[in-house]
T-cell receptor
Framework: AQKITQTQPGMFVQEKEAVTLDCTYD???????LFWYKQPSSGEMIFLIY??????QNATEGRYSLNFQKARKSANLVISASQLGDSAMYFC???????????????FGQGTILTVHP | DVKVTQSSRYLVKRTGEKVFLECVQD?????MFWYRQDPGLGLRLIYF???????EKGDIPEGYSVSREKKERFSLILESASTNQTSMYLC??????????????????????FGPGTRLTVL
């Protein structure tokens, strides 16, 4: 069974500072993918960044980077230069493999609410 | 742009009513998913479908059923709504990825695209 744990129910950061949102995972599957989604108060889920278990380098997308530590089974999201618009709920999710075909099922963590202060 | 739409943003129903939540995607995705989102629990998978008329149970299928008669449409059905089904319901879709090996899967992208959600209240 797969499990994702986000231990920070809420985080606060000052505008323009960097913030790290924690995510640890558990799986016995050697091949998996890790995703981060952002959910603003409006409710839509916005895909931010992806890391494959065999990717050699940490993923980056603009101000988002994923600190992937495979041995520790952690996939923390780092947001640099925080903006007021970054205030939202953030979810970490994992996709495992089902035989030779990925149905793309995701297992989500509990989420972390990020508040950016001016 | 991928678009996933859901029939209602807000819905209020009474206990015992039959409730239909509709989801439509316009990207010809094979996979479609229904999640419910509750505070402190994140998103939990109810059902998913990887082809027309195909369905698979997720982690919390009890009290729900689904229907997929056309590729673009995936319906979630609450046969007899109960107050503990008050929640936010999110639909998502993605391509079906067929992999030839661990390396290919590990590097495949294939994110899910989500609809705006339906906030259902059962009184």
């Amino acid at each position: 069974a797969q499990k994702i744990t986000q231990t920070q129910p809420g985080m606060f950061v000052q505008e323009k500072e960097a913030v790290t949102l924690d995510c640890t995972y558990d799986t016995s599957d050697p091949s998996y993918g890790l995703f981060w989604y952002k959910q603003p108060s409006s409710g839509e889920m916005i895909f931010l960044i992806y890391q494959g278990s065999y990717d050699q380098q940490n993923a980056t997308e603009g101000r988002y980077s994923l600190n992937f530590q495979k041995a520790r089974k952690s996939a923390n999201l780092v947001i640099s230069a925080s903006q007021l618009g970054d205030s939202a709920m953030y979810f970490c999710a994992m996709r495992g493999r089902a035989g030779g075909t990925s149905y793309g099922k995701l297992t989500f963590g509990q989420g972390t609410i990020l508040t950016v202060h001016p | 742009d991928v678009k996933v739409t859901q029939s209602s943003r807000y819905l209020v129903k009474r206990t015992g009513e039959k409730v239909f939540l509709e989801c439509v995607q316009d990207m010809d995705h094979e996979n479609m998913f229904w999640y419910r989102q509750d505070p402190g629990l994140g998103l939990r998978l109810i059902y998913f479908s990887y082809d027309v008329k195909m369905k698979e149970k997720g982690d919390i299928p009890e009290g729900y059923s689904v229907s997929r008669e056309k590729k673009e449409r995936f319906s979630l059905i609450l046969e007899s709504a109960s107050t503990n089904q008050t929640s936010m319901y999110l639909c998502a879709s993605s391509y079906l990825v067929r992999t030839g090996g661990q390396g290919a899967f590990g590097s495949s992208y294939n994110e899910q695209f989500f609809g705006p959600g339906t906030r259902l209240t059962v009184l």
